[in-house]
């Protein structure tokens, strides 16, 4: 229709009131008793009545910031709504639902308006199992709850996890998972919430010798004859307290990340993303060694609880972050390692972080004498949905070995990024591939492994949802990365369920006789077995050798319950989520 001949009207009720009389008077008076012109009247009446309220509704739970509770602790979800008639009651509808869509329980609230047509009203939400919570609520009339950052509408979300006070404490010996990025002091006690002891460094040498080498130690020298500490650390990730008492956190040193300082830049080597990063000019190679030192001699400094300190010295050097060549790459280690070493005697050289199937390009490098200047290996395992059929095992094994054949003898895997994007596979699919794979990494023999990222970040526009790796959706549209609230994927509680039954464990190797695409792993900690394990495509019963007593088997959000053998077997119906079993001699 031509924008002449739009015409838009606006009516106070008062004034459509009018109206509504007027042609009721005329009706009357005609005698005009006609059923569509009543029908005709009760469609004015009900789109002019949806014009002039306007219902919305929102709901928030009794702990907004990250919507994650301990199990025992009370939840509350505190619907909202605007808009509603004055003075009137509106039944509420409310189902609860798991992460696979199963009803939890349903129930109607009455939400009673004031003059101002907003009503509020609260639900205690169920709470007696860990896991992933999913509300849904509708009025009457069908409208949803609203979206909320990069949270769809029409629901709210929540997690019920283990009490981190009951967690332990294994060390950076011992401590398996860590998580990239996103934190803020707004977000609450996620960090211990999930179990999370290793954390990413902070500025990396762009950053730090942004204008001029030796920029670094300078700042570190002038800030200690003033008392001070440079860098300064970081209280959300270095400082970390649960009900008052201290979480300790294990930090990574970042040599380089995705830039250099530009003085320090060869042009004609940046890749096609990482415009900042290349290989080394002459100034470069001349600065790498002073700032290594100088970043090591801070790390041990400042990080004497740790008894391995690693530095990781490069990022992800594909050709969208380095397009130099192998030897340029096998520099940065050169020119760092005996620096670093000769600063911090608990030093652990790593890198170069590429992707598991990047097997040619991994050779390039062993063969460029990288070997040399690495006490262990740092990979970015990401692989496509599902892991189990894209290869992931099989490339980790063969880097593995490329890596024993390169050193002459094993060198340590670790994992410093690994995640799904819930956009394109879902919030389900993205927990069982997040889960599976760190389960995956750690029982090839990873000693720890990066969780990415913590809430959903976009780059460019909010709209952009190619960065939703997140393990919590984020609630605040205004912060693209570390925002101040977050509400949970399945994903949070079945991470926080990992991380309470595999940390301080050591993996033994993969489960055998098991059969199709049934998958799984044995872990020790203490004489304490545990094992994961799922079948990845369909659903299936196994039989595996147990002890008739003595043994937990737990779902994959970390709910046990005794179980018992049968003539030294237990049948068990695996899925695409895991189940573990946890107990002695199995």
């Known amino acids: 229709m031509p924008a002449s001949r739009v015409l838009t009207i606006k009516l106070h009720w008062a004034a459509f009131a009018g109206i509504i009389s007027w042609m009721s008077q005329r009706s009357s008076s005609r005698k005009l008793a006609s059923p569509s012109l009543g029908a005709g009247l009760l469609t004015v009446v009900a789109w002019a009545s949806a014009v002039a309220q306007s219902e919305t509704l929102s709901a928030d739970t009794s702990r907004p910031s990250n919507s994650t509770f301990v199990l025992g602790e009370k939840v509350q979800v505190t619907f909202m709504a605007s808009g509603l008639p004055s003075y009137r009651t509106a039944p509420l509808s409310v189902k609860v639902s798991d992460e696979f869509g199963t009803g939890i329980s349903s129930t109607s609230i009455q939400m009673a308006a004031d003059g101002s047509g907003n009503a509020s009203a609260t639900f205690s939400a169920p709470a007696t199992k860990l896991g992933y919570y999913r509300v849904d609520a509708a009025l009457p009339d069908g409208v949803t709850l609203t979206g909320l950052g990069t949270r769809p509408a029409g629901f709210v979300t929540y997690a019920i996890v283990t009490d981190p006070a009951k967690r332990i404490n294994y060390g950076n010996e011992?401590?398996?998972?860590?998580?990239?990025?996103?934190?803020?002091?707004?977000?609450?006690?996620?960090?211990?919430?999930?179990?999370?002891?290793?954390?990413?460094?902070?500025?990396?040498?762009?950053?730090?010798?942004?204008?001029?080498?030796?920029?670094?130690?300078?700042?570190?020298?002038?800030?200690?004859?003033?008392?001070?500490?440079?860098?300064?650390?970081?209280?959300?990730?270095?400082?970390?307290?649960?009900?008052?008492?201290?979480w300790p956190t294990f930090e990574i040193a970042l040599v380089t990340k995705a830039k250099l300082p530009p003085w320090a830049l060869l042009p004609g080597t940046s890749g096609t993303v990482c415009k900042g990063m290349g290989a080394l000019n002459t100034a470069g190679m001349e600065a790498l060694?002073?700032?290594?030192?100088?970043?090591?001699?801070?790390?041990?400094?400042?990080?004497?609880?740790q008894s391995a300190h690693y530095y990781q010295v490069t990022w992800e050097p594909a050709k969208w972050c380095f397009a130099g060549t192998a030897q340029q790459l096998v520099q940065f280690y050169q020119l760092a390692y005996a620096s670093i070493h000769r600063a911090d005697p608990n030093a652990v050289v790593m890198g170069p972080t590429i992707f598991p199937h990047n097997s040619d390009l991994m050779k390039e490098f062993w063969a460029a004498g990288?070997?040399?200047?690495?006490?262990?290996?740092?990979?970015?395992?990401?692989?496509?949905?599902?892991?189990?059929?894209?290869?992931?095992?099989?490339?980790?094994?063969?880097?593995?070995?490329?890596?024993?054949?390169?050193?002459?003898?094993s060198l340590p895997f670790v994992g410093t990024e690994q995640g799904y994007t819930s956009t394109s596979i879902g919030e389900l699919n993205q927990a069982l591939g997040d889960i599976r794979a760190a389960i995956i990494v750690l029982g090839e023999g990873f000693q720890f492994n990066f969780a990415f990222y913590i809430a959903d970040a976009w780059s460019g526009t909010f709209s952009d949802t190619s960065h939703y790796y997140g393990y919590y959706w984020n609630l605040n549209a205004k912060i693209p990365y570390g925002t101040d609230k977050i509400g949970p994927k399945p994903a949070a509680a079945a991470f926080a369920a990992m991380t309470s039954l595999l940390d301080g464990s050591n993996s033994v190797g993969p489960i055998s006789k098991l059969s199709g695409t049934e998958l799984g792993y044995r872990f020790q900690r203490n004489g304490t077995t545990i094992l994961a394990l799922w079948d990845y495509q369909t659903t299936s019963n196994a039989s595996l050798p147990v002890p008739n007593s003595g043994f937990q088997v737990c779902d994959w959000m970390g709910n046990c319950s005794a179980a018992t053998g049968s003539g030294g077997s237990i049948h068990l119906t695996l899925s695409g989520a895991p189940t573990y079993l946890v107990g002695r001699d199995l």
Request: no cysteine; hydrophobic share 40%; charged share 15%.
């Open 370 to 409: 990288l070997a040399n200047y690495l006490d262990a290996v740092s990979m970015h395992p990401y692989v496509e949905w599902p892991p189990e059929t894209h290869n992931l095992i099989e490339d980790i094994r063969t880097q593995m070995q490329m890596a024993r054949n390169a050193k002459g003898r």
């Open 289 to 305: 060694p002073g700032f290594a030192q100088a970043l090591a001699e801070h790390f041990n400094a400042d990080f004497p609880g």
């Open 174 to 246: 011992g401590s398996r998972f860590g998580m990239q990025g996103g934190f803020s002091a707004a977000q609450g006690s996620v960090i211990p919430y999930l179990g999370i002891r290793y954390v990413l460094g902070g500025p990396d040498w762009g950053d730090f010798e942004s204008k001029y080498a030796g920029q670094f130690a300078a700042a570190r020298s002038a800030a200690a004859s003033k008392g001070q500490i440079f860098p300064a650390k970081y209280a959300v990730t270095d400082a970390v307290a649960y009900n008052g008492v201290p």
